[in-house]
């Protein structure tokens, strides 16, 4: 069955850089993208950016460029999101979701990292 | 970026009740809609892709419907696990995807 396991909860100054990760199972790693998602607390839905498992390749939502890494590690199907210059308003749980196979929406999701900045 | 509007914020219906939710695209999206559902504490459960398409798994009670720029989700027969929160999201502007802000449905 298709797992998406993301890293544990961080706790960060503001300043600071912080780093997710998402370990896939359960399906080909490089044959679907991955997304990633945040939520503040008690708010809607902020997709992120997108990265080609597969490639490398990697887009991002115009108010995180320059401030979002995202890399991949094929060899163990893990998705890393970097975030830097980390402020109070980047408080949120990040999540990682799949691509679905049909191109719409996102089918699979992990289960959420909360980051803290404080 | 596409904007997109869910109506209403938040509503309360019983069980057994019919609930309609719409969301409204700021421009033309086709069909390129999808609807999640969101409990607390919980990541979001992909419902409806192409506006109209069940995701497997999804009771058949939950149906989308709508193009272009007005789409609705339906619920017939809502039942207890039904309460919760839920999200469009417009999938035509890529790499844009935007959410709606969400319709929270609690227990009347």
């Known amino acids: 069955q298709v797992q998406l396991v993301q890293s544990g909860a961080e706790v960060k100054k503001p300043g600071a850089s912080v780093k997710v990760s998402c370990k896939a199972s359960g399906y080909t790693f490089t044959r679907y993208y991955m997304h990633w998602v945040r939520q503040a607390p008690g708010q809607g839905l902020e997709w992120m950016a997108i990265i080609n498992p597969s490639g490398g390749s990697t887009s991002f939502a115009q108010k995180f460029q320059g401030r979002v890494t995202m890399t991949r590690d094929t060899s163990t199907s893990t998705v890393y999101m970097e975030l830097n210059s980390l402020r109070s308003e980047d408080a949120a749980v990040y999540y990682c979701?799949?691509?679905?196979?049909?191109?719409?929406?996102?089918?699979?999701w992990g289960q959420g990292t909360l980051v803290t900045v404080s | 970026d596409i904007q997109m509007t869910q109506s209403p914020s938040s509503l309360s219906a019983s069980v057994g009740d019919r609930v309609t939710i719409t969301c409204r695209a700021s421009?033309?999206?086709?069909?390129?809609l999808n609807w999640y559902q969101q409990k607390p504490g919980k990541a979001p459960k992909l419902l409806i892709f192409?506006?109209?398409s069940l995701q497997s798994g999804v009771p058949s009670r939950f149906s989308g419907s709508g193009s272009v720029t007005e789409f609705t989700l339906t619920i017939n027969s809502l039942q207890p696990e039904d309460f919760a929160t839920y999200y469009c999201q417009q999938s035509y502007s890529t790499p844009a995807w935007t959410f709606g802000q969400g319709t929270k449905v609690e227990i009347k």
């Open positions: 421009q033309s999206i086709s069909s390129y």
């Open positions: 192409a506006a109209s």
């Open positions: 979701a799949r691509a679905s196979p049909e191109g719409h929406g996102f089918d699979y």
